[in-house]
């Protein structure tokens, strides 16, 4: 089949009996609901990209599993340099939407459900790779959008999964039949999760034995029997509920994540990838969670961009362009930005083959990128408050500027230097709004804390990636403790 076009995926949307709620209705309609349709949007550029013959190279690669094209958000990653493309796809992707395209987290979930499916069936003689392979033909040969669902919503952080006090706290399996197996919990934020076609399902951490029963992967339609998507609440929401566009800021594109509720769905055994290898559980959130983290040095720094643009034009706006403290912050911005892509770069180049023949990136370097991460988009989004100034939050809204009675006195008062427009100028504003104060939700700030995984999981797969006894010998060495290096014999 061919690859979509964001036409045709929009219009498969409309297939889905998915079971969609927000402000406390249910929503019919939710691909032209105005809260969600940016999100859809959002998407729908992943496809856009592979028609583009510019883009060709990044977008689209020839499946190792099929020969055919494919979108590359449907591949598995067979060299570094497909990961480096990866990168480069995902930052350009950041800078023409201007928030998260969601469309990476089944990319990764596919890449890191491939290689540990290979290694548990080389160790149980199980057949979850077969079974697995056959499901991602199916997703690139329909070029479906894949949902990846990791992270459960997990009640009392300090029991584990089968030690909670309310058993649904993680996605768990509650029946195993001779045609399948019934699972029930519910996963917390998911990316993109309406306007996927599938979700696959993986743990969220490390599990022990008795944890059995939690320790499942396994795929299901969005629309399955069961699933119940409860909207995530996005700030200042509702303005894309009014006239006009200016107050939203970011009008065509925004996130999206909603609290997926799985009551009692039905997994025929064909689509069931893991089901009790506790011992496996680490290895594939690991593995995911370096894809996902690695993936942050290519939208982060692409939205990074549009931030940074957004900053340049507002100092023009105002008149101070050339301010040498201006142009020193704005430099800034471009170094940490860089500095998130140069990481990202660097997990893909340093990346290694796993046993099942994809490639995974440097797992201590996906977390340090993500860690940088989790700092320096605050320190864009400080600068550019600070640069775009206090109107950022006191402007007047677009019915105030339209208005036949006090339009005239916001032409007025907040028209730029150089006879930029007011409206122009409130444009600017409420797009940087919208990009640090939340309304293309997740914003910048809070999705790059959270998003991929808190700061202190990637603390901790920082500390174990680290080999500090070799750190600690190369120091002995060099202080005389140990024997110190001759230089001959
Ligand atoms: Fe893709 Fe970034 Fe959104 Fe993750 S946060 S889905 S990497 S755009
Ligand atoms: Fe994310």
Redesign the pocket.
């Known amino acids: 089949m061919a690859l979509k076009t964001a036409q045709e995926y929009i219009d498969s949307l409309r297939a889905l009996k998915s079971d969609v709620w927000l402000f406390g209705e249910k929503v019919e309609n939710f691909v032209d609901h105005p809260v969600i349709r940016p999100s859809i949007n ?1 998407i729908a550029l992943t496809y856009k990209i592979a028609h583009e013959p510019e883009h060709e190279d990044l977008a689209v690669t020839i499946s190792s599993l099929t020969g055919e094209r494919t979108n590359r958000f449907t591949s598995l990653f067979m060299s570094p340099d497909d990961m480096v493309k990866k990168i480069k796809m ?1 930052r350009m ?2 800078q023409r ?1 201007g ?7 089944g ?2 979930a596919i890449n890191a459900v491939y290689s540990s499916t290979f290694e548990i069936d080389e160790k149980h003689g199980t057949e979850y790779h077969k079974r697995f392979k056959e499901w991602v033909k199916y997703i690139q040969q329909n070029d479906l959008c894949v949902q990846g669902a990791m992270t459960d919503v997990k009640g009392d952080r300090g029991q584990s999964p089968s030690k909670q006090p309310d058993p649904d706290m993680f996605v768990h399996v509650v029946e195993r039949r001779p045609d399948g197996i019934v699972i029930r919990g519910a996963k917390a934020h998911q ?2 999760s309406v306007n996927s076609h599938e979700m696959l399902i993986m743990p969220t951490l490390t599990m022990r034995e008795g944890d059995e029963d939690y320790s499942v992967s396994c795929a299901i339609p969005s629309d399955s029997k069961g699933v119940h998507f409860i909207y995530g609440r996005q700030s200042c929401d509702k303005r894309k509920l009014e006239e006009g566009d200016i107050d939203v800021g970011n009008f065509m594109f925004g ?1 999206q994540e909603a609290l997926t509720v799985l009551d009692d769905v039905f997994v025929p055994w064909e689509r069931v990838f893991m089901d009790g290898e506790v011992e496996f559980s680490t290895m594939m959130v690991e593995r995911f969670a370096a894809n ?1 983290r690695q ?2 040095g ?3 720094p ?2 990074g961009d549009v931030l940074i643009g957004a900053t340049a034009s507002m100092a023009e706006y105002n008149g101070v362009p050339r301010a040498s403290h201006i142009r020193d912050k704005i430099a800034e911005m471009s170094h940490l930005a860089e500095t998130l892509h140069a990481c990202g770069l660097a997990c893909c180049t340093q990346g290694t083959k796993t046993r099942a023949g994809n490639y995974q990136p440097d797992i201590l370097l996906a977390n340090v990128c993500k860690m940088n991460v989790t700092r320096f988009p605050y320190e864009l989004t400080r600068l550019a408050e600070d640069i775009a100034g206090g109107a950022l939050v006191t402007v007047p809204s677009e019915a105030d500027l339209r208005n036949p009675v006090v339009g005239k006195y916001v032409e007025k008062y907040f028209k730029g230097a150089n006879n930029v427009s007011a409206e122009d100028r409130i444009r600017m504003l409420t797009l940087i709004n919208s990009m640090t104060f939340g309304l293309t939700a ?1 914003s910048y700030r809070t ?2 804390m959270h ?2 995984g808190s700061p202190q999981a990637m603390k901790v797969m920082i500390e174990r990636q680290t080999d500090m006894n070799e750190k600690k010998r190369l120091a002995r060495v060099l202080a005389g403790i140990d024997e110190r290096e001759k230089l001959t014999d």
């Open positions: 959002a995902q992707l950041g939407s928030c998260c395209f969601q469309r990476c987290v990319m990764d990316t993109g996130g996902h993936s942050y290519g939208c982060k692409g939205i997740p999705e790059s998003g991929a």
